[in-house]
C-alpha cells in the first residue's frame, strides 16, 4: 500500500516547529531580561504609589488618621507649618474610646514638634477607610470655607489618597498631596522587607476597591456618624471639635 501525503506538509510541518521554537526562545530570552532587570522594575512599581504635589500657600494643613510609631506624617506636617504654607492642622484621627484616640495622638505629637496649639484642630472620626475620612473631612472643610488643602499622608499612601480626595472633595476645593517618608515602606528595595511588600499589596487591593466605589464620578457616601463637627474660628484661635451633637451630611 502506497502512502501519498499532501505536498508541502513536510515543509509546513518543519515550518511549525521552528515557528513554536522562535516563540519558545523569545519567552525564554523575555524571561531572563525581566530577571535581569527585576530590581529597576520592582522600585519603578515601589516608586509608583509615591506622589509630591508642588506645594503652595493653602487655607489648612491635614494630616489622615493612623500615623505611625515614629509620627512621620505629624513631623512633615509640623515641618510644612513652620514654612508658613497654612495657618491651622488638622489632626485627623479614629476614635479608640469615647473620650480619646488618634487625633488626640497626633496633636500631642504636633505639639511636641512646635504646632501651637491654637493652630491644631482635633478631629476624631469613626471612619474605616480613607474615602471615608474624606467623606468626614468635606464638611470640616465647607464650614471653614477653605479653598485650598495640604493633604499629608504616609509616602507609599500618597497616590490613593490624592486620587480619593480629588473625586471626594468638592472640586472647588484645590488638593495636594505631601508625602511623609515611612520606615514601614522602602521604596528601594520594599519586595525585600515583609511590612513593605505588605504595605504595597494593601495599597493596591485599596487603589483597585476605590477606582470600583469612585467610578463614574464622586462617591456618595453619607458620612453620617463619622465625624464631629468643628465650629468656626474666632478672632484666629482655632478650637477643638466638640464632644457634644453630631450633624448627619450625605454627600
Request: glycine share 6%; proline share 6%.
Amino acid at each position: 500500500m502506497i502512502c501519498r501525503f499532501p505536498a508541502g506538509s513536510f515543509s509546513s510541518q518543519r515550518g511549525g516547529i521552528i515557528g513554536s521554537l522562535i516563540s519558545l526562545l523569545f519567552l525564554f530570552v523575555l524571561l531572563i531580561a525581566l530577571y535581569v532587570a527585576r530590581r529597576p522594575l520592582l522600585r519603578l512599581a515601589g516608586e509608583s504609589w509615591v506622589v509630591e504635589d508642588p506645594l503652595q500657600q493653602s487655607d489648612a494643613i491635614i494630616i489622615l488618621s493612623d500615623d505611625n510609631f515614629f509620627a512621620d506624617r505629624a513631623t512633615r506636617a509640623s515641618e510644612l507649618f513652620r514654612q508658613k504654607l497654612a495657618p491651622v492642622v488638622v489632626a485627623s484621627g479614629r476614635r479608640l474610646r469615647p473620650s480619646a484616640g488618634v487625633a488626640e495622638l497626633m496633636e500631642h505629637d504636633l505639639l511636641e514638634r512646635g504646632v501651637p496649639k491654637d493652630r491644631i484642630i482635633r478631629f476624631p472620626h469613626d471612619a474605616d477607610s480613607t474615602r471615608e475620612e474624606a467623606g468626614a473631612l468635606a464638611p470640616l472643610i465647607a464650614e471653614h470655607n477653605w479653598h485650598s488643602i495640604i493633604v499629608v499622608t504616609s509616602n507609599y499612601h500618597t497616590r490613593r489618597a490624592r486620587y480619593i480626595f480629588n473625586r471626594v472633595i468638592p472640586s472647588t476645593v484645590t488638593v495636594r498631596v505631601a508625602s511623609a517618608r515611612d520606615g514601614s515602606f522602602d521604596v528601594d528595595n520594599w519586595w525585600q522587607y515583609r511590612k513593605s511588600l505588605k504595605e504595597f499589596t494593601r495599597e493596591l487591593a485599596g487603589m483597585i476597591v476605590a477606582m470600583w466605589e469612585l467610578r463614574g464620578g464622586p462617591a456618595h457616601t453619607t458620612t453620617a456618624g463619622l465625624c464631629r463637627p468643628v465650629p468656626p474660628p474666632q478672632a484666629g484661635v482655632y478650637s477643638t471639635p466638640p464632644l457634644s451633637s453630631i450633624v448627619v451630611y450625605t454627600s
